[in-house]
């Protein structure tokens, strides 16, 4: 064959980040060696003729308290150093408000992108819809995509303006656009949609094998994901490799033509696809999963379990090292000292908040209830992010608990008004986010209706006016909540859910966990 038809490309992908720029305790992950192993695959690729394009699935933020306080820039400022390319718009992104995520784009010098993100206002596109690399006589074009899930599980006080749309459209005719103008080597989708196996998304908003699927073959080369948080490897077509672990082999999906890739989450691996493309035609030669100092239990020769690094240790980047040890150590003096003690655990696990009352949830509605004086409260279940151990508390246990510095509000109800509220938020199932968590306040519900309100112990009086806590996220819509903000009789603090939970332990402790037993 002509050699000048024939091209290389590596791709190193992360995906999910979620606040995760420092190393955790066992020195796994981190961005420093991160930094380490990239600036080597890299330097090996080049020295090859490869091109290099390094993209991110998206998912920046929320996780991780010294990276909340300070708005993920360490993460982003990270990013640039280590020499992201591009990045999907995550669902996260959002978590702040929007002028934080301008604030973002400064820091990161490279775009994020998302093709179906609209301004309602404008009708236009609200941020970059794609980027084209010219890299080592290849060109490549790289189209984000965000979940559309963003617009229910997002905070509607920040993404009010914007609309999220169906993907697989807008991709398509974007794809073609591009094509025309640009005649690109190769397209690629870097996305934060999640990786369904055999298109099951189930409750979810359809995800990256929709997308290939529902394109015309060869759309897209390869999608480049996120949001699932897995590491996509398979044993079979539409069967998931249940046995990965770090250091093993890792096939990624292949539909209709299109590969599919994701890398886990919080930079516990750094995936590395080498493709060839010789005549247009482009064939994946080398797919991994790289670990960067990830532990894996191994049993010892005189049979006891031992934790061993699953890769040759990588030594974290000297310079990004010191770079990001300001900001951790920051971000770790704000939230650091004891503020308070509860005498037993405080139920704020997923599997449970999600599911049934929990003693946690009612901490939480009391100590808004408290900033408000409020008769009774609610939050929804998913809204709870963490448990709190017994004993000692600190304030990053108050923001793993809730890092989405929502504020509080309150709404004088008339009985009759607040009766049909309760109507809608009480029939919010179990295993959702939306799952209602309440306190001073108990209700029956027949024949999927609401047959009886009781708050604080009493009958409720259709007459007499009710003052409710809740948090701005669920007053203006989230969760699928009945939007409060334009009612009369709403109002809205400058307190958040962290500083009130925070005052609560500092006012209350020790706590009694008994005071707060569901019953
Ligand atoms: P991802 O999978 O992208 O990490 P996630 O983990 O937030 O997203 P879920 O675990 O399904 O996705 O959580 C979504 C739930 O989180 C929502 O249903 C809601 O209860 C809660 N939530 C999301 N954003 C906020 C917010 N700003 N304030 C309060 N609760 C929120
Ligand atoms: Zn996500």
Redesign the pocket.
């Known amino acids: 064959a002509d050699t000048a038809d024939i091209h290389y490309l590596t791709i190193l992908h992360t995906n999910?980040n979620h606040g995760r720029f420092w190393h955790n305790e066992k020195g796994e992950y981190g961005m420093a060696a991160r930094k380490t192993l990239i600036d080597q695959l890299r330097a090996d690729a080049q020295q090859q003729g490869h091109a290099v394009l390094l993209l991110s699935g998206g998912?920046i933020n929320t996780g991780i308290p010294e990276s909340d306080l300070q708005f993920a820039e360490p993460d982003f400022k990270g990013m640039s150093l280590i020499g992201y390319d591009a990045m999907a718009i995550?669902?996260?992104e959002f978590?702040n408000p929007l002028s934080i995520l301008k604030q973002q784009q400064q820091w990161a010098n490279f775009p994020l992108l998302s093709a179906n993100i609209i301004d309602k206002k404008t009708g236009k596109n609200a941020f970059q819809a794609y980027k084209i690399f010219n890299k080592q006589g290849l060109k490549i074009a790289v189209i984000g995509l965000t979940t559309t899930d963003t617009a229910k599980?997002?905070?509607p006080q920040y993404i009010g303006g914007l609309e999220f749309q169906e993907p697989v459209a807008i991709t398509q005719s974007l794809a073609e656009k591009i094509k025309a103008q640009y005649q690109p080597d190769i397209t690629i989708a870097v996305t934060h949609m999640g990786h369904y196996v055999n298109a099951n998304y189930g409750i979810n908003a359809p995800g990256d094998v929709t997308l290939a699927r529902s394109l015309p073959a060869h759309t897209l080369d390869m999608i480049i994901g996120g949001?699932s948080?897995e590491p996509v490897c398979m044993v079979a077509e539409n069967v998931t490799d249940e046995n990965f672990k770090p250091g093993l082999a890792c096939k990624p999906d292949q539909q209709n033509g299109t590969w599919i890739m994701q890398a886990h989450e919080w930079g516990k691996y750094v995936g590395k696809a080498e493709f060839k493309q010789e005549n247009g035609v482009l064939t994946l030669l080398d797919y991994k999963l790289l670990p960067v100092n990830l532990y894996l239990d191994k049993t010892q020769t005189d049979g006891s379990i031992k934790p061993e690094l699953a890769n040759e240790y990588i030594k974290p980047d000297a310079a990004l090292k010191t770079f990001l040890a300001d900001y951790q150590a920051k971000g770790a003096k704000q939230i650091a000292g004891e503020i308070g003690y509860v005498d037993a655990k405080l139920e704020g696990d997923?599997n449970k908040v999600r599911y049934q009352q929990t003693n946690l949830a009612r901490v939480i509605v009391q100590a808004q209830m408290n900033v408000v004086g409020a008769d009774f409260g609610i939050i929804?279940g998913?809204?709870i992010r963490d448990s709190i151990a017994a004993g000692e508390v600190s304030y990053k246990d108050i923001l793993k608990v809730h890092p989405?510095k929502?504020r509080i509000t309150y709404i004088d109800w008339q009985g009759q008004e607040l009766w049909d509220y309760l109507e809608t938020v009480t029939s919010f199932p179990p295993n959702?986010?939306?799952y209602l968590q309440y306190h001073k306040l108990s209700f029956e519900r027949n024949d999927n209706a609401l047959t009886k309100v009781m708050i604080n112990g009493k009958a409720l009086d259709k007459s007499k006016t009710y003052r409710m806590s809740i948090?701005s996220?669920n007053a203006s819509g989230?969760?699928g909540y009945p939007v409060l903000i334009n009612y009369k009789g709403f109002i809205s603090t400058d307190e958040t859910d962290t500083q009130a939970l925070k005052r609560f332990f500092i006012e209350n402790s020790p706590v009694k966990t008994i005071e707060f037993a569901p019953k």
Do not use: E, L, T, V
Request: hydrophobic residues 10%; charged residues 20%; negative net charge.
């Open positions: 999910d998912d995550g669902n996260h978590d599980i997002g905070n949001h948080q997923r929804s998913g809204g989405f929502n959702s986010g939306a948090n996220y989230g969760d």
